[in-house]
């Protein structure tokens, strides 16, 4: 019981050191590269709105998710 503690126990201060491992400060003067384009979550947001938008008309005709269209793409 007291082996499982202590397994338990350095499971912990290594969750936390990795944990710790991805904390950073970001100085002002590094802020322009995080600022890029191609550091972006989303690279194209128009695009992913479009695909999402047809996504959703094309999934409206399977019903029972709440989407609104018929399926068919148009208004």
Do not use: I
């Not at 912990?12 to 100085?27: E, F, K, P, R």
């Amino acid at each position: 019981m007291a082996k499982a503690k202590e397994l338990v126990a350095w499971s912990l201060v290594a969750a936390a050191l990795l944990a710790l491992t991805g904390c950073a400060t970001v100085q002002p003067w590094e802020r322009g590269k995080l600022a890029k384009p191609k550091m972006a979550l989303e690279p194209d947001p128009l695009g992913s709105s479009l695909e999402t938008h047809v996504y959703n008309y094309r999934e409206g005709s399977t019903g029972g998710f709440g989407s609104v269209g018929g399926g068919c793409g148009c208004n």
